[in-house]
């Protein structure tokens, strides 16, 4: 059996095809955005808030966080991060920091180093449960042209 398309045919239906796409972009994008929000770690909320939605090319949408920090909260710092080693202070001998949360809350606490932090990987996961979800957002698309 053979099965031949003649694609001179289906020029007529580029247009929609386009609007499809672009409405999937749209929809993933949004859904993308709405993850990250749902999965980022929370201690004031910066994080949560700062992403936004960029349009970078008639199909094609990046989405970003204005936290400059929201890359070490992802990939974890010091032992846990990309480098793999312990923090220690670049002038002084001592590290000093209040904790948010934990045994010392609210306390000062100063150390010669410290381990890091260790990665949340939330954009991943994020990034995991919308393409789950992209073949049902080309079918919406479809959808919505059709009424």
Excluded: C
């Amino acid at each position: 059996m053979k099965l031949q398309i003649d694609v001179e045919e289906l020029k007529p239906l580029e247009p929609r095809f386009k609007k499809v796409a672009k409405r999937t972009v749209v929809l993933t994008a949004n859904e993308l955005q709405r993850n990250l929000k749902k999965l980022s770690p929370v201690d004031h909320g910066r994080l949560q808030g700062s992403w936004v939605i960029f349009q970078t090319g008639e199909l094609e949408r990046t989405v970003k966080s204005s936290a400059k920090y929201a890359i070490f909260v992802n990939d974890g710092t010091g032992l846990y991060g990309p480098l793999g080693h312990k923090i220690r202070p670049k002038n002084g001998k001592f590290l000093a920091f209040t904790p948010n949360k934990g045994k010392f809350k609210g306390k000062l606490v100063v150390v010669p180093w410290t381990r890091g932090q260790k990665p949340q990987r939330f954009v991943e996961r994020s990034m995991e449960m919308t393409e789950r979800r992209v073949q049902e957002f080309m079918i919406r698309a479809m959808m919505e042209m059709d009424s």
